[in-house]
């Protein structure tokens, strides 16, 4: 039986207010709630893995601000640190032994990367990149996968058209045609229209930019065999693989995609994580092509805020627990045991649902394939279920992101009964979504 709705009467006013303030009520696009029922939910507190919105409603956490917070909300040791930190000031715009050692604590377990630069959000690590990327090889093009998400920097804002190689389509307003054709971009794991591109334009692509664990639109588990083709026709080529970590990085391991593929890129970002909840994004490379950058190298960059002492200090906290003996194959061992009773629950049932995993992620695809490799295999149809999924659950307690199309995360803080009590809720969604099937 389809739960009643919770009441959203405080979201809703502040939601109202909102609107009059920001575009579309929000600071960023996807917390409108446009692909799923209802106005957003307000929130007003997070602690361990349990979220409060406006209207004092409860919720087991699974967007976990979209990544960053694999601890939880409000963390001990991060909140401590950061307290602790604030007591001497703010932001100085100068050097601090802080981003010294959320350097070294990085630079000392991850073997992929030997320096690195501090930035302020993933778009702006990307951005930062690419730059690198086009000032090492003084090359202009760069290759993108259509279903990767990288931040709203123009030279990525764009979509494929309709061949099997092609000059990005602008996917926003404001962004000139001119960047776009700079811009190609092929499919995920096909290997012929990457040879294609490769082909075509010769000598000119500066960097192919992947999320190697693409998490931005649904879960588009890549094979090893595909990323290693990655790899070694940029190398023939003379172009740079960039992984784009912002997901990935010291998500499914401390050395993220790179580690867990044992694929060493040219340059990595990072975002997220990094950051313990503030805003923190990074890249990073060989000393010999980080050296690149301003002020010893030709490549410009900069940032007010970049290597923010609080930031810092959250980093720090976040990274020195991921670090403790176990941390990864627990929270990978928890999220299994989640997925796989999901898994049998729908196998039981015969709903065609499929749950795709890696580490600590999860994604809920309305479908009868085992695998999903490429963003045209997502049948946009399927997301009116994922809709009426997210009714049932956020009215038993159970916070998704607010789309189909984006995955779920699982924190160190997600106790045994919170996954219980979310299993229940989801099977519970799930017979009522299956007997509204003809409906939908
Ligand atoms: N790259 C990837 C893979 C991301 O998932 C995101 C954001 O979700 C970004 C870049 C942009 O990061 P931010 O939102 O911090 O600018």
């Known amino acids: 039986m389809s739960k009643p709705d919770i009441s959203r009467a405080k979201s809703a006013a502040l ?18 709630f446009k692909s799923v029922y209802g106005t957003p939910l307000f929130i007003e507190k997070g602690d361990g893995s349990h979220i409060w919105d406006a209207d004092g409603n409860e919720f087991i956490d699974f967007c976990c601000s979209w990544g960053p917070l694999i601890l939880g909300h409000n963390h001990a040791s991060v909140r401590n640190k950061v307290m602790e930190v604030m007591q001497n000031g703010m932001s100085f715009g100068a050097p601090t032994a802080l981003e010294n050692e959320l350097a070294e604590l990085i630079l000392t377990n991850n073997k992929f990367i030997e320096k690195i630069r501090f930035v302020s959000s993933g778009t702006e690590a990307v951005m930062s990149a690419i730059r690198l990327a086009r000032g ?19 030279a990525l804002l764009v ?15 404001g962004v000139p045609k001119a960047f776009a054709d700079e811009t190609i971009v092929v499919a995920l794991n096909d290997k012929e229209a990457l040879q294609k591109a490769f082909e075509e334009f010769s000598g000119q692509i500066a960097a192919v930019i992947i999320e190697p664990v693409p998490a931005n639109n649904g879960l588009l588990l890549q094979t090893q065999d595909y990323l290693t083709f990655l790899l070694e026709i940029c190398t023939r080529n003379g172009t740079m693989l960039l992984f784009d970590e912002v997901i990935s990085g010291f998500r499914i391991g401390f050395e993220g995609a790179a580690g867990y ?31 690149h950058i301003s002020p010893v190298g030709s490549v410009y960059q900069a940032g007010t805020l970049s290597g ?43 709903y065609a649902v499929k749950v795709f995993t890696i580490g600590s992620i999860f994604w809920f695809a309305f479908t009868d394939q085992d695998t999903i490799r490429t963003a045209d295999e997502i049948d946009p149809n399927s997301m009116l279920k994922f809709k009426a999924m997210h009714r049932e659950l956020i009215n038993r307690g159970i916070y998704l992101g607010p789309s189909g199309y984006e995955v779920g995360f699982i924190s160190s803080a997600h106790t045994t009964d919170d996954l219980d009590r979310t299993k229940t809720a989801i099977f519970d969604s799930l017979d009522i979504v299956f007997e509204l099937n003809s409906t939908i």
Not at 15 to 30: C, D, H, Q, R
Not at 136 to 154: A, P, S, V
Not at 269 to 289: D, F, M, Q, R, W
Not at 322 to 347: C, D, I
Request: charged share 20%; proline share 5%.
């Open 15 to 32: 939601y109202e207010k909102a609107k009059t303030y920001f575009p579309g009520g929000v600071n960023s696009p996807v917390r409108a």
């Open 136 to 154: 090492y090889t003084k090359r202009d093009k760069i290759l993108k996968f259509e279903g990767c998400y990288h931040g709203h920097t123009d």
């Open 159 to 173: 979509k494929a058209g309709s061949g099997l190689v092609t000059f990005g389509e602008t996917s926003s307003a």
């Open 261 to 291: 593929y044992g694929i060493r890129p040219d340059i990595i970002t990072y975002g997220k994580i990094i950051g313990g909840g503030l805003p923190v994004g990074a890249y990073g490379a060989s000393a010999e092509i980080m050296d």
């Open 308 to 350: 923010n002492p609080v930031a810092m200090a959250a980093g720090i906290a976040q990274l020195t627990e991921l670090l403790q003996p176990g941390f990864y194959q627990e929270l990978e061992a928890k999220t299994t045991g989640f997925v796989n009773s999901v898994r049998e629950f729908v196998a039981q049932r015969g």
